[in-house]
T-cell receptor
Framework: AQKVTQAQTEISVVEKEDVTLDCVYE???????LFWYKQPPSGELVFLIR??????QNEISGRYSWNFQKSTSSFNFTITASQVVDSAVYFC??????????????FGAGTRLAVHP | DAGVTQSPTHLIKTRGQQVTLRCSPK?????VSWYQQALGQGPQFIFQ???????QRGNFPDRFSGHQFPNYSSELNVNALLLGDSALYLC?????????????FGPGTRLTVL
């Protein structure tokens, strides 16, 4: 069965600190996709990144970076120099590799990040 | 280009009642998925509709049913509401054309069951 674990329930940091959100996944599929979504207080899930199981290259987008390690089944998300606007709940998600729009997402429980001025 | 829209924004019902939530997918999308997000938890997959048929279903009872219309919009119906059905209901749309297709989420409908 597929499963996503986000062990950190809440993280509190002061602005400009770096913060890493952990994500560990379980799947028997050889082809799968991993995601990170941001959910601000408004409730809408905002897509941040998708990574497929064959691409273990780390990715950086501005202050955001992602570290994917198949050996440890982890897909961690780091925010550098955090800002108050980064305060939100962040979800890691997993889907199987079947394409065509049929992919259901399996979400972790989320990590609530609070960035204080 | 309008994104995914959902209505209503908020809804209050009492136990035993029935509720219908609505979703309009992003332009060009033909697949609609529904998720339930209880307070403090991650979204859980309810079901997915494509070509007006239910294609996949999560671990939800038959009280949860849906429909997709020819214009790809969708409804989620919940019968015999329980207190535990209180949650944010998220709709996501995607397209079956192309390779991997992202799911775009709407703002959700917050359902409160009293």
């Amino acid at each position: 069965a597929q499963k996503v674990t986000q062990a950190q329930t809440e993280i509190s940091v002061v602005e400009k600190e770096d913060v890493t959100l952990d994500c560990v996944y379980e799947t028997r599929d050889t082809t799968y996709y991993l995601f990170w979504y941001k959910q601000p207080p408004s409730g809408e899930l905002v897509f941040l990144i998708r990574r497929n199981s064959f691409d273990e290259q780390n990715e950086i987008s501005g202050r955001y970076s992602w570290n994917f390690q198949k050996s440890t089944s982890s897909f961690n998300f780091t925010i550098t120099a955090s800002q108050v606007v980064d305060s939100a709940v962040y979800f890691c998600a997993l889907s199987d590799g079947f394409s065509g729009g049929y992919n259901k997402l399996i979400f972790g429980a989320g990590t609530r990040l609070a960035v204080h001025p | 280009d309008a994104g995914v829209t959902q209505s209503p924004t908020h809804l209050i019902k009492t136990r035993g009642q029935q509720v219908t939530l609505r979703c309009s997918p992003k332009s060009g999308h033909d697949t609609v998925s529904w998720y339930q997000q209880a307070l403090g938890q991650g979204p859980q997959f309810i079901f997915q509709y494509y070509e007006e048929e239910e294609r996949q279903r999560g671990n939800f009872p038959d009280r949860f049913s849906g429909h997709q219309f020819p214009n790809y919009s969708s409804e989620l119906n919940v019968n015999a509401l329980l207190l535990g059905d209180s949650a944010l209901y998220l709709c996501a749309s995607s397209s079956t054309s192309g390779t991997y297709n992202e799911q775009f989420f709407g703002p959700g409908t917050r359902l409160t069951v009293l």
